[in-house]
């Protein structure tokens, strides 16, 4: 099983079989509120009619299309939707099946770039400690946390990281971006320095930090670290597989934080996690470097997938997004934010809780680790979190991480936190 102590799972399983809404049911019967929309992804709730009809639709019509050498209508229709809802000149979509892919193509799409400019010294590639971008060779590389890194020997070379954002003593209990922080963005300084960005092609970052415990970005961090990169001709890469489409309020992070990249990836809420679906904008002049030269008939970016734009992938996101708009629930995430925030931060002062942190609908609780066994304190939590409190959230060692559907109602706020004080007395 992926990301799973298999041995405890398999000795007390955690089985769900079906869901609606904001809930699902586990195999005994008992209900459980989603605290983490899935993995991140089912931002517009489970089992959604609009969607399950037009995923039964597509399957009766086209079930599937190559995307070599051929397409089908919805894949174009949902290309222009996204860029749609993208900021600045993103108007270029690839599509990929996952986010893992996603990021994986992200970085492909900026070194062939490069090479397509004639500059092919600019190979180099530079994420951020802390960082999770998949489970792809690329996105492994790039990544910043040691546990998925450290199996794996030394995957990509020519790889390096910046410092991570997070400083407890400085940032402890914020809600939204902290407000000390901003300069670490010149981290990328020093790496230009040790490398020179004659050899930088990229750097990829999560707008804020998912996977590794919901780190927001400093005030002004993102906006440094855009200025850095247009100083010395660095593609800025932004991985908004988590913080796309409505979870922090708004379309993406990028519009969000005032920052628009080079090249941002999607997945999970492009389809409310309902089929796997992934990829990424590139801003009009990337996609254009592609176009010039060589003959029409020669492929211009030698990559792709079977499943790219697969046809009910394709539907489902189409029927995802008349969701978001008709609802309004971008905007209803904003609106819920504060209250979001009240929720979770009035668990400070509860047994061994460290830190709180909020932004937007994520919400992260650092747990004190037990002396010489760091990690059981956020396991037993999860696991009594489901199988005595009926609710489901992730964790990243002893961090909670929260991230409900954005159709949460104020009292199923007040109720994930209450259940969260409840299993977080339960672990002291």
């Known amino acids: 099983m992926p990301f799973t102590a298999n041995r405890s799972f398999k000795a007390k399983p955690r089985l769900v079989v079906t869901s609606k809404d904001i809930h699902y049911i586990a195999n005994d019967g008992s209900k459980i509120i989603d605290g983490s929309s899935g993995l991140w992804c089912c931002n517009a709730g489970h089992n959604r009619d609009a969607i399950v009809d037009a ?34 000149d993103l108007d270029h979509v690839f599509f990929a099946n996952s986010g893992s892919e996603a990021v994986d193509t992200a970085l492909k799409i900026a070194l062939a770039y490069w090479n397509v400019q ?9 994420g951020r400690e802390r960082g999770y971008h998949g489970v792809g060779f690329g996105g492994t590389a790039v990544g910043g946390m ?17 410092r991570h954002t997070y400083n407890r003593d400085e940032q402890a209990f914020s809600r939204g971006e902290p407000e000390w922080g901003a300069d ?14 004659s050899t930088i092609a990229a750097v990829i970052v999560e707008p804020m930090a998912g996977s590794t415990g919901a780190l927001p970005p400093p005030k002004g961090y993102l906006k440094r670290l855009r200025e850095i990169c247009d100083k010395h001709g660095i593609l800025l890469i932004f991985d908004e597989v988590i913080t796309g489409f409505g979870r922090l309020g708004a379309s993406f992070a990028a519009e969000r934080f005032g920052v628009v990249p080079d090249i941002m990836t999607f997945a999970k809420g492009v389809t409310s996690g309902t089929v796997p679906m992934g990829g990424c904008f590139v801003r009009r002049g990337i996609y254009e470097a592609f176009m010039q030269g060589g003959p029409a008939h020669a492929v211009e970016l030698t990559h792709g997938y079977t499943y790219s734009a697969h046809p009910l992938a394709c539907a489902a996101a189409l029927a995802t997004l008349d969701i978001y708009r008709d609802e309004g629930l971008f905007e209803r995430a904003r609106a819920l934010e504060p209250v979001w925030a009240d929720a979770i931060h009035a668990l400070k002062g509860e047994p061994n809780v460290e830190d709180i942190r909020s932004i937007g609908l994520v919400g992260a609780i650092d ?6 066994a760091p990690g059981t ?9 489901f199988h005595e409190h009926g609710l489901m959230f992730r964790t990243a060692g002893d961090t909670i991480a929260l991230s409900p559907p954005l159709i949460i ?16 007395r339960a672990v002291a």
């Open 118 to 126: 004639g500059k092919g010294s600019k190979s180099r590639l530079i």
């Open 146 to 162: 040691v546990a998925n890194r450290k199996l794996y020997g030394n995957l990509l070379a020519g790889v390096d990281h910046l």
């Open 184 to 197: 670490l963005a010149d981290d990328l300084e020093r790496l230009v320095g040790l490398h020179d960005a």
């Open 55 to 88: 995923i039964q639709k597509q399957a009766a019509e086209l079930d599937y299309a190559p995307s070599f050498q051929f397409g089908h209508p919805k894949a174009f229709t949902l290309a222009a939707r996204l860029a749609a809802l993208a900021p600045g």
């Open 367 to 372: 747990l004190k680790p037990r002396d010489g």
């Open 377 to 385: 304190r956020g396991y037993e939590a999860l696991d009594r979190a």
């Open 409 to 424: 109602s104020e009292s199923q706020i007040g109720e994930i936190a209450d259940k969260l004080k409840a299993v977080i």
